[in-house]
């Protein structure tokens, strides 16, 4: 949803918020009615294309598969580079980025707690902070001595919305 700008207004009386209430229900629903027709449209034109789309993706799978087992048997060929051209398309492989595995039947947790026992410069222990147990005590008598401490504060935010009752509005 795009968020919009709006002028300064004060002083709005009981009428004018009940016509803004109005008109913001009318345009919510004809916008709805327009998108909902855009989206119809839109659907309409992918059905047709569809069977095309799906044939040309079902025709790019047995020549990709021939390309890339030319490429896996001619890669020592191709010294140190990582792609070949072709006549028509330029094949290759592309380096991913390095990423630490597990062995099946292991689980990410009972690794950490081996590493902690046998290679403990391998484990990153983080400090932060506990910001539940700070909302919880922001009741307490005590936590005026904790805001100034700590240089903080619990806060609630109030948001305004607004929503219109599609069902109890007939536009023409």
Same mark, same amino acid.
């Given at each position: 949803?795009?968020?919009?700008?709006?002028?300064? *207004?004060? /002083? !709005?009386?009981?009428?004018q918020?009940? @016509?803004?209430?109005?008109?913001?229900?009318?345009?919510?629903?004809?916008?709805? $009615?327009?998108?909902a $027709?855009? /989206?119809?449209?839109? /659907?309409?034109?992918k #059905?047709?294309?569809?069977? @095309?789309?799906?044939?040309?993706q079902?025709?790019?799978?047995?020549?990709?598969? *021939?390309?890339? !087992?030319? %490429?896996?048997?001619?890669?020592?060929s191709?010294?140190?580079k990582?792609s *070949? =051209?072709?006549l028509?398309?330029? *094949?290759?492989f592309?380096?991913?980025t390095?990423? !630490?595995?597990?062995?099946?039947?292991? #689980?990410w +947790?009972?690794?950490?707690?081996?590493?902690?026992?046998?290679?403990?410069d391998?484990?990153?222990t983080? %400090? =932060?902070l506990?910001?539940?147990?700070?909302? %919880?005590?922001? $009741?307490e @008598?005590?936590? /005026?001595?904790?805001?100034?401490?700590?240089?903080i504060d619990?806060?609630?935010?109030? #948001?305004?919305?607004?929503? %219109?009752k599609?069902? +109890?509005?007939?536009?023409?």
């Amino acid at each position: 949803m795009t968020r919009i700008k709006t002028k300064v *207004i004060s /002083n !709005v009386t009981l009428e004018q918020a009940q @016509d803004a209430s109005e008109l913001f229900a009318q345009n919510t629903t004809k916008l709805d $009615k327009i998108q909902a $027709k855009m /989206n119809d449209e839109i /659907n309409k034109i992918k #059905s047709k294309y569809q069977d @095309d789309i799906t044939e040309l993706q079902d025709g790019l799978v047995e020549p990709q598969k *021939i390309l890339h !087992v030319f %490429a896996d048997e001619q890669k020592e060929s191709w010294g140190k580079k990582k792609s *070949i =051209e072709l006549l028509h398309t330029v *094949i290759g492989f592309r380096t991913g980025t390095p990423k !630490v595995t597990k062995s099946k039947g292991f #689980s990410w +947790e009972g690794i950490t707690e081996l590493a902690v026992q046998l290679f403990p410069d391998l484990v990153r222990t983080k %400090a =932060e902070l506990d910001k539940d147990s700070i909302i %919880a005590l922001s $009741k307490e @008598d005590g936590f /005026n001595e904790i805001k100034k401490g700590l240089f903080i504060d619990v806060v609630q935010e109030e #948001s305004f919305f607004v929503e %219109a009752k599609k069902e +109890e509005l007939q536009t023409t």
